[in-house]
């Protein structure tokens, strides 16, 4: 369920429709970047693939019904500092992202959630996050938390070795054909039109392209 277009009565009204259930609410919170993936693909693109995981986890958890997913808008600006002289990209330090991830969490632990899953799209955020998600859970054994609310931190990249094993080709680094495909997934052809499908095509089929090979890197490999 995504929350952003409901009202607090609304979610409210679904929260007390979980617990009424015995389904355990888990909210998901996408965390991404704003940086430069190449000349064709989106500066938000690791949020946007973040943001796509995670309506997939709400659409099977409803359609399992093992828990209640509760979608929240996501963080979409942290430490991208390697990429900070290109246009667009907009990088904050570690210790801001990771004061914001850490409020984030605590709030909606707060607010009475049974887990918090950060899905994330931007390898850089992952030290952050799984500290955050020790320090959260370690507080609640210290605090002596009868019942221990545990966060999640899914990592969407972690399937692209699988992903490289069932097209048969080897994954890249940074905006590779792997992040191509998951972003052409996550956007539709609202933003990938026919026209910037061709443009690309056309783009990649010249001498300025980066050189074929098995990692098709498409953007600038940096990371």
């Known amino acids: 369920m995504d929350v952003s277009p ?76 390697t990429a900070v002289s290109y246009a667009g990209t907009v990088s904050v330090s570690q210790d801001v992202f990771r004061t914001q991830v850490d409020a984030v969490i605590r709030e909606l632990l707060r607010q009475g959630f049974d887990a918090v899953a950060v899905v994330n799209g931007h390898g850089i955020n992952t030290p952050c996050l799984l500290e955050k998600a020790h320090d959260v859970l370690d507080a609640q054994f210290r605090d002596g938390v009868p019942v221990r609310r545990p966060v999640l931190v899914v990592d969407t990249f972690k399937a692209n070795a699988e992903i490289a094993r069932r097209f048969g080709r080897e994954a890249g680094f940074h905006a590779d054909w792997i992040e191509l495909l998951l972003a052409m997934a996550a956007y539709g052809t609202g933003v990938f039109t026919p026209e910037r499908v061709a443009a690309y095509r056309a783009w990649a089929s010249t001498p300025a392209a980066p050189p074929s090979a098995p990692s098709s890197i498409v953007g600038i490999p940096i990371e």
């Not at 919170?29 to 989106?42: D, K, S, Y």
């Open 6 to 81: 409901l009202s607090s009565i609304d979610l409210a009204r679904a929260r007390e429709a979980s617990a009424a259930a015995g389904r355990p609410a888990v909210a998901l919170l996408p965390t991404g970047a704003c940086e430069q993936h190449g000349p064709f693909l989106p500066l938000g693109c690791d949020t946007a693939i973040a943001r796509a995981v995670a309506e997939q986890v709400d659409l099977r958890a409803a359609k399992e019904g093992a828990f209640d997913a509760y979608r929240f808008p996501p963080i979409d600006y942290s430490p991208v500092q």
